[in-house]
């Protein structure tokens, strides 16, 4: 356990900074607050990176469900207790990890910035929190954990229906020093999203976001000599702004112009299981020997199933709203999945925006937490020293947040926190 005196927490220091620089006139690179840190991001960004990331399912009900879930419970604080020393650290699968708050997997992350991915690793390692690396990922993960030293990294899982991948991307984020794997069970098929819809866009058609398939040896060694003809071609710009992309991708890895459309045909028919069930979860288990987690779990007889098929934790999530139209807030879910899952680590993640809603989460039985948006908003508005600087800022209201409720631990957050 490591204890951190008042005047050394990351919430003190982190307002100290923000206002001694404030004093010879310097402003936060990031906006602090959510709100204006979105909306300074969606500025920032394209108009199709912005339907991509910002935008939900349907009418985007889970994406307020997501919000009025932490908006309804509050926090009662207690007063007169001594929280001059805290510790914010919780230990995951061996590993401790100083604060609950792990990046989650964001895919396609070369719409917002350049150093998509890249930047996000050295800011997570920096910052010395968790990054989950996206099976959708711009840059490959071994890129990504070069950059990382020992900082901790897990790899997220999208189950292709080609099995000979799937070994060959879980091998690979062992040996790159991945140390869990998260299966998302919730993009078997691809949500209705009418903000990409209205744009037409889907980047991965473009060949953007296929950074763990084109450095894979398995994906390239069956990529087709051409691609099949499927009689439907884009026109005028975006013939042109497609090929242009296709001929960047190309270049990263090595490919043709020819190889990079035979790539995405082939990205395209293999890329999901709309068949996978507990059994693949078991066949998981033979390929690899790291902890597995099930992202996207919401209803509490999935975590019994979950303990029942020897998995190691669970990752409460409706992928940020982006999948499914009026479901179930991850926070409501929470409890009755805890109270199911037999003792395994439960994370959360959909719709966290704060150091407050980190506190929350904890409160209602998360062993620890994801962030997503938040972060991407930041690489968007100024790379790794904007993702920097949304952790920071997150950190340091969880830090304050624990000492204005009149606790001093991590752990100590339960239910009687909270009320509503």
Not at 61 to 77: D, G, K, L, W
Not at 107 to 130: I, K, Q, S, W
Request: hydrophobic content about 40%.
């Amino acid at each position: 356990m490591t204890e951190t005196r008042a005047g050394d927490a990351p919430g003190r220091l982190r307002q100290m900074q923000i206002y001694v620089t404030g004093a010879g006139g310097k402003r936060p690179t990031v906006p602090v607050a959510s709100d204006l840190l979105e909306q300074a991001a969606i500025r920032k960004m394209t108009p199709e990176a912005a339907a991509y990331i910002v935008g939900g399912a349907g009418s985007e009900a889970t994406m307020r469900a997501n919000r009025s879930a932490f908006e309804r419970h509050q926090i009662v604080p207690r007063v007169l207790r001594d929280v001059s020393r805290r510790d914010l650290s919780v230990t995951l699968f061996g590993r401790r990890h100083a604060v609950p708050i792990l990046l989650d997997p964001v895919g396609v992350l070369e719409m917002v910035h350049p150093e998509a991915d890249l930047a996000v690793a050295r800011a997570a390692a920096a910052e010395g929190v968790a990054y989950v690396f996206s099976n959708q990922a711009s840059a490959p993960m071994e890129q990504c954990a070069a950059a990382m030293g020992d900082a901790p990294r897990w790899f997220q899982l999208y189950w292709s229906s080609d099995d000979d991948f799937v070994r060959s991307v879980v091998g690979r984020a062992e040996k790159c020093g991945c140390e869990a794997i998260a299966v998302t069970l919730d993009t078997t098929l691809l949500g209705w999203r009418p903000r990409d819809l209205d744009a037409a866009y889907l980047p991965f058609l473009r060949g953007l976001g296929l950074g763990q398939y084109l450095s894979d040896p398995v994906f390239r060694s069956k990529i087709p000599p051409s691609p099949p003809e499927t009689g439907v071609r884009p026109r005028g710009f975006d013939l042109i702004s497609t090929a242009l992309s296709l001929r960047r991708k190309g270049k990263q890895f090595g490919l043709s112009m020819q190889q990079m459309r035979a790539a995405v045909a082939h990205f395209t028919a293999t890329y999901s299981r709309p068949d996978l069930n507990w059994g693949d979860i078991k066949r998981l288990r033979s390929m690899t020997k790291l902890p597995i987690l099930l992202k996207g779990v919401r209803h509490s007889d999935d975590a019994r199933l979950a303990r029942e098929h020897g998995v190691d934790g669970i990752i409460v999530s409706n992928h940020g709203g982006r999948q499914v139209d009026g479901e179930i807030a991850t926070l409501d879910a929470l409890p009755g999945i805890v109270s199911t899952a037999g003792g395994l680590p439960v994370l959360l993640d959909s719709g966290i925006r704060s150091g407050s809603d980190v506190a929350k989460a904890l409160a209602l039985g998360a062993t620890a937490t994801l962030i997503g948006r938040p972060y991407v908003y930041g690489l968007a508005l100024a790379g790794e020293t904007g993702v920097r600087e949304v952790i920071r800022n997150i950190v340091a209201e969880f830090d304050l947040t624990l000492a204005l409720a009149g606790l001093t631990t991590a752990s100590d957050l339960d239910g009687s926190v909270l009320v509503g």
